[in-house]
């Protein structure tokens, strides 16, 4: 029986001008003085920075990494299809102006996959037991929501006992599945904030390739890291390996886990209060695991989604022969992802042909004509997935959030209900870079930007288990 995404998954008009700043020529020497200076070119650094050029300021973007899109990256030579590393989706199409943006650029934007399967060993599940499955997911997910009402605690340490055969697959859906991190890591309170992710969003060239085309026009300099920020009240001076800059202010939107590490340094120091909320947003771990299979083996439809009946964490969720090609992706995350994606890419692809075999049958290892692996928490400008809040401090965003003397901080970790997620990227991004405008007097008649009021779910509604992945800086 296949599911809905209903049942199964959880989850400006100014912008929409093409800035009129063009990519720095390759070599070309770093500018010296900017209006704002943005660390980061993953979504929320571009969209702050077609923000800030829509109002008609300076801005210029310093990214690490020798391609903009952060944890946005699609691939689309290794295969011959378009494979995107990281987030592969956006949501809520009524508001999101990506896909407005993306239209517009050419892009095909269209519905990401509605359907999902449960494999019980070598078979699909029977309606019966996809209904005994949706059930406990409502159970687990009322648990935490009634539990988020009186405390913040771990979502593990309030998921029912009566889960059965089902317990396994509902902590996999609802914690690595979601979020990268085991429900032992994941607070109540963070997940049920969570706003539902439910309509998603796909870019047949790949949302990498979107977020590549949002930055064309931008001031960008790539490999050029910021190395120390010398910030106070007045304005901020960055230096990086092409030299100085100073901006009147800037807008951090590198990873809470290269915050917290000390990749930057800054003076003076970060007071504790923020590296403290970055710390305690560390990133989960989530991979894909590609392999590319001559005549469909698995005798799945074109974009099926499927997931095991699972009593152990070593598990993985399966999206098949995507966008009508033969690659598939065997995603892993959570305590077990992180483990087997520090044994190296060999052992990733080792495991995803042992559990494809396992449910589908030896014709498996025969068929697989490419693979690859992607292991972001080695990735030394993000290293890791997305931000996830432990019991006691889901806090920890807001106060991320915080702007410090002249320097404003964007990303998904800052964003209270779409933490994870490009779209809650995206719109922190708008937030600080109007939050910066404001403060050099470029948006001095406008009211700031309020975030949107935290809505509850009922705890009878049926649980989001979230998108595989979705997050992004």
């Not at 989960?284 to 469909?296: C, E, F, P, V, W």
Request: positive net charge.
């Amino acid at each position: 029986m296949t599911m809905t995404r209903r049942d199964f998954l959880s989850a400006s008009a100014a912008l929409a001008m093409a800035p009129a700043f063009g990519w720095p020529a390759r070599g070309a020497p770093l500018p010296r003085e900017a209006d704002i200076v943005v660390i980061g070119a993953g979504a929320a650094g571009i969209a702050a920075a077609r923000r800030i050029a829509a109002a008609g300021r300076k801005a210029i973007v310093l990214e690490a990494a020798n391609q903009p899109g952060g944890r946005c990256i699609t691939d689309s030579s290794t295969f011959g299809e378009p494979f995107d590393r990281g987030a592969r989706w956006i949501h809520n199409p009524e508001t999101n102006p990506m896909i407005r943006l993306g239209r517009a650029a050419g892009l095909e934007i269209m519905p990401a996959p509605s359907g999902q399967k449960i494999r019980i060993g070598r078979r699909n599940a029977r309606a019966g037991e996809t209904e005994e499955f949706l059930a406990a997911l409502v159970k687990a997910n009322r648990a935490i929501d009634e539990a988020s009402r009186r405390f913040d605690v771990s979502c593990a340490s309030v998921m029912p006992k009566e889960l059965g055969d089902w317990a396994g697959t509902a902590e996999f859906v609802l914690g690595a599945g979601f979020a990268g991190k085991d429900l032992k890591d994941i607070s109540v309170v963070d997940k049920i904030r969570a706003q539902d992710r439910n309509s998603a969003i796909a870019c047949r060239q790949g949302l990498g390739t979107l977020i590549a085309r949002l930055a064309e026009q931008l001031p960008l300099a790539l490999s050029t890291p910021a190395s120390r920020i010398e910030w106070g009240n007045r304005d901020a001076v960055v230096q990086t390996p092409a030299g100085r800059l100073t901006a009147r202010a800037a807008i951090i939107t590198v990873s809470s886990n290269v915050l917290a590490g000390g990749n930057i340094k800054f003076a003076p120091d970060l007071p504790k209060r923020t590296l403290d909320a970055a710390a305690k947003l560390g990133l989960g771990s989530y991979d894909h695991i590609a392999l590319q299979m001559q005549g469909n083996p698995l005798g799945l439809a074109r974009d099926d989604i499927l997931i095991e009946q699972s009593n152990s964490t070593r598990t993985a969720l399966l999206y098949a022969n995507m966008g009508g090609s033969s690659l598939c992706s065997i995603d892993v995350g959570g305590s077990f992802g992180r483990d087997l994606s520090a044994q190296g890419e060999a052992a990733m692809v080792a495991f995803a042909i042992e559990w494809l075999t396992r449910m589908f049958g030896s014709d498996v290892a025969k068929a697989v004509t490419r693979s690859g692996a992607t292991r972001w928490n080695a990735s030394p400008h993000v290293q890791g997935a997305m931000s996830v809040a432990p019991p006691g401090a889901q806090s920890s965003r807001k106060l991320l959030g915080e702007p410090v003397g002249c320097m404003y901080f964007a990303g998904e970790a800052t964003h209270e209900t779409l933490w994870g997620t490009v779209d809650g990227a995206w719109e922190s991004g708008e937030r600080a870079a109007e939050a910066a405008l404001r403060r050099i007097g470029a948006l001095r008649n406008e009211p700031a930007k309020q975030a949107p009021p935290v809505k509850r779910r009922k705890s009878g509604d049926l649980p989001r288990a979230g998108l595989p992945g979705t997050a992004v800086n």
